[in-house]
């Protein structure tokens, strides 16, 4: 019942995101962004297309780790957990894909000319792939895999560094941001509710 209430809450919520990232909004977001691509040193710059452009080595380099040592050590707790959130990561992924080409809303630095790309952007915009898979990633470190305290400041400072990296290199708004953390969270919760009811069976 839990999982149904979360999931209607978190549908609702990217709804009303679809919504405001469609609107004159994306204007005043553009405008940030503009801002603060203005106040980027060379260095900043490429530090934040380094971050972007490793997530996956963070996001499914530490979950696969522990589905391969969970085999190896035929510990099937350890492999549970990582495949549910390499699993969570590629629903999250699937579910931002389509959002994206039913919507087709267009990168930042496609519709103002103020805002230069300094990152590779896929297909559009909303939502921002990047940050549904650190969202999914980032939550299953904190609630699955280590469950402490260092696990979450550590996985919020990353997944947080990966959403800013992608608005200061113009390729997402922040209404992009937002709907991909929701996505991510949409992944991680619908898998975990599959696992939940399958590994019972394992």
Same mark, same amino acid.
């Given at each position: 019942?839990?999982?149904?209430? =979360? %999931?209607?809450? $978190?549908? &609702? #919520? *990217? ?12 204007? !005043? ?53 990582? =495949? %549910?959130?390499? $699993?969570? &990561? #590629? *629903? ?12 087709? !809303? ?57 959403? $800013? ?38």
């Amino acid at each position: 019942m839990k999982h149904w209430l =979360l %999931l209607s809450f $978190l549908i &609702i #919520a *990217l709804t009303a995101l679809a919504f405001l990232r469609t609107s004159s909004f994306k204007v !005043e977001e553009q405008n940030v962004i503009a801002s603060l691509q203005a106040s980027q040193s060379e260095g900043s710059i490429t530090f934040f297309q380094v971050v972007s452009d490793s997530i996956s080595f963070v996001s499914l380099g530490i979950p696969a780790l522990f589905v391969l040592f969970g085999l190896i050590k035929k510990r099937k707790e350890l492999t549970r957990s990582g =495949l %549910l959130i390499l $699993l969570s &990561i #590629a *629903l999250a992924g699937s579910i931002s894909a389509v959002i994206k080409r039913t919507l087709k !809303e267009p990168r930042p630095y496609e519709v103002d000319s103020r805002i230069k790309q300094l990152s590779v952007g896929g297909s559009n915009s909303f939502p921002s792939g990047h940050t549904a898979e650190a969202s999914a990633a980032a939550l299953g470190f904190m609630l699955i895999l280590f469950r402490n305290r260092l696990s979450i400041f550590l996985s919020v400072i990353w997944a947080g560094t990966i959403m $800013l990296s992608r608005i200061v290199l113009g390729v997402h708004n922040f209404t992009d941001i937002l709907a991909g953390i929701v996505v991510g969270s949409i992944g991680l919760l619908l898998m975990n509710a599959i696992f939940e009811k399958w590994w019972k069976n394992q």
